[in-house]
């Protein structure tokens, strides 16, 4: 028989390093933004006490990042909980505090729970949700959170009005270093489809009733 060992360790090394390089990613965002706000509280002392706050919820942010990051890393046996939908999605939305977001979460019902990892499954929300808001900054982004049950399975949709996604690179969106905005890492989406296989689910673009990009995330109901 052959030795398989070899090709083993090959996939776990370069599934760490997938891993690592979506924690540099996420780790970036949190540094843009701490830099901002220490550069708002030098040129503007009055502002100092919010800009200190700012720093404080990144901070606290990206830690909790790195830690539930590292639970993808060693797997969910025993880290799944059953969560509320909407409190997932509130944990999320926490992330872009102070931002301008146009917010759509109308059709989300507080009777809707998931089974995973909570903090994990936010970060999923939180990579598509940046990715809204950069491709359409400096203007406004409207973001729709959408979830409902169907079958055995509970389907998760995010939506936006920004540009889409190009035609050329949408078959191989959620591909490591693939992507469509300048200044792109092309390493959000590859995490993103990480968090959601490691849940046993999918994710997959879709066409958005917003006309911009949409993401549809299915998770099977353990």
């Keep these: 028989m052959a030795d398989e060992g070899p090709s083993s360790s090959d996939a776990r090394l370069r599934s760490l390093g ?15 933004i701490i830099a ?14 919010d800009e200190l706050a700012r720093i404080r ?15 993808l890393a060693n797997g ?5 909980e059953r ?19 146009a917010w759509d979460d109308a059709t989300l019902t507080s009777n809707i729970f998931v089974k995973g990892h909570s903090g ?14 950069q491709v359409k900054a400096p203007r406004v982004v409207a973001i729709r959170t959408t979830g409902r049950l169907e079958g055995t399975n509970f389907v998760l949709s995010v939506f936006d009005d ?12 959620f591909e490591p270093l693939v992507t469509g905005r300048d200044g792109g890492s092309g390493v959000g989406l590859a995490l993103a489809r990480r ?28």
């Design 18 to 32: 997938e891993l690592s390089a979506g924690i540099v990613h996420e780790l970036r965002n949190a540094l843009q």
């Design 36 to 49: 901002s706000a220490a550069y708002v509280a030098e040129q503007r002392p009055e502002h100092s006490k």
């Design 57 to 71: 919820r990144t901070t606290e942010s990206a830690q909790r990042m790195v830690s539930d990051l590292l639970v």
């Design 76 to 80: 969910l046996d025993g880290q799944s």
């Design 83 to 101: 969560a509320r939908l909407v409190d997932v999605v509130q944990r999320a939305r926490e992330e872009f505090y102070g931002r301008e977001v």
């Design 120 to 133: 994990l499954l936010s970060r999923l929300l939180c990579i598509l949700y940046e990715n809204a808001i």
């Design 162 to 173: 920004g540009p889409g996604v190009a035609e050329g690179i949408a078959p191989r969106i």
């Design 195 to 222: 968090i959601a296989h490691a849940h046993a689910g999918e994710i997959h673009l879709v066409v958005s009733p917003l006309g911009g990009a949409g993401f549809e995330i299915i998770l099977p109901q353990q």
